[in-house]
């Protein structure tokens, strides 16, 4: 992959040892991402980045220009891989995970027929491909009998058959035999190679790496409904407190801020409840069977545990506030609405994905202990504590939860990032990263620094640098402790509520304890039905039919 450079006439292709070796990001099947070709495109900046956050540190120095999302299905891009494929010639590799349609790809951009290139298209004597025009130009008598041109059949010594590890290839056709295409895995189980051009190159179909171990924890009958072969239409699911989302009885979704109503949009092939939270963890654990259909082989319940907690960070009032924010309607700015929006999308791998939208007042984000601005010499803030809250880390656990959000609301352009490892029994930290002076003096107006949570100890690849740290011990320690401490550290200066707003919220307690009162007395008079329902029944049961 090339290098980053701010020279507009660097090389885009290195020769190594006299070879050439270009890789290409291909994102398969995007019509599963949105129905139209250009909310696609819309969404390749954001592709990229995530990929370049995957390549680790050294992904800040590799130039993407070579990302492609493609569909096969609908054509999208797909004329313009196959257009590289056939200037670039030599051999292409298709490599990729298992079912990500590999070759459904390798049909609609393998370069089939060209009679008018492929005809006109001959070995030279030096082993380069020329085009009649250079053939006229380097021979104006025309060519000698003896440099006639080179069959691809010939160019290939047997030696090199011999010992190459891959399958021998299939005769040149127009229209060669293509992969078999299927939604059952492993259906390629060796490479096929395919020629192209009169023998100016190959396309190489490789059988699918594995995704995981998700498959395996299926009942074979239904390995196939895992695959999603069509663009979901999801329904909206409502997750209310103590409530749970449950897939097909193998993934359950529990929202752990309290009092906060969930909407869930489940873009997955497969069956999606919302029940009580005790009564989902029964059925994924197989502690209780129900009428909701489950798809997990029996034994598996004892296996099932926590992948992980994710936030909902991403800021979606302005998609999502409808009319309020409409240029043709009210057209109010998101900064006067009294909420926020947030959402974010967790993957299942291999199935789909299920995204997730939260609304919340704005106060509980603006005020409140933890909102306070911080100075411009600080660049990052870094968390480091384990996932569960005992051994000490239930501080920085509640830090995280509680007084996090708040400084990244009044703080946009500082990075804060999580890393939750699984050992109990090592530090709990904050670190605060200081920028040097050259840095702040560079540009006064910050840029929008990304916020992440991870669980890898690295961190993302665009962080500026720093002068110095500081770091505070969060184990044992009281998450108001800590927030003092990082006030003090830092020189924060605390958000001060005006008085409409100490009344606004005072007046949100006192609806949030009425509500309380009045969830209480629901609860109670739900209980007593229930107990008269039960009575009766049990009255009609003793008389038995007149």
Known sequence: MPQRSQN??????????????????????????APQK???DALMPYLVQVLRDALGLSGKDVRLGNVRCVSAKR????????EDIWDRGGGGWMVGKVNVGKSNLFESVFPKGSPERSQNLNLGHDGRWETPADRDAAYPQGRPKAEAPVHNKHHHSDNAVKCSLLPPSQPLQRFPTMPTISHFPGTTASPIRVPFGNGKGELIDLPGLSRGSLQDHVVEQHRSDLIMRHRIKPEQLVIKPSQSLLISGLIRITPRTPNVTVLAYPFVPLASHVTATEKAIAISTQTQTSGIPTIAKPGVGVKMAMAGSFQLRWDVTKQRAGPLTSPAAAGLSTKVLPFVIFSTDILIEGCGWVELVAQVRKRAVRLGDGAAALPKDVKRIHLDFAIKGNDGHLGARKVWRNYLPRLKYHNPAISMTVNRTPNQTGPATLTVFYASPSTNAAGNAPSAAPSSSTTQSTP?????????????????????KILSELMDLTKATPVIATPEEEAELRKLAEEERQSGLDRARNAAYTERKRQEKALLDQARGAVGPV
Not at 75 to 82: A, C, E, F, L
Not at 462 to 470: C, G, M, N, S, V
């Open 38 to 40: 250009e909310q696609v």
């Open 460 to 480: 993302t690849s665009d962080h500026a640098p720093f002068e110095r740290t500081e770091t505070i011990d969060m184990k044992h320690r009281h998450e108001s």
């Open 8 to 33: 507009r006439r660097a090389k885009t292709r290195v020769f190594h040892q006299g070879r050439r070796a270009e890789i290409s990001f291909i994102i398969t099947r995007s019509d599963l991402l």
């Open 75 to 82: 054509g999208w891009w797909t004329r313009q891989v196959k």
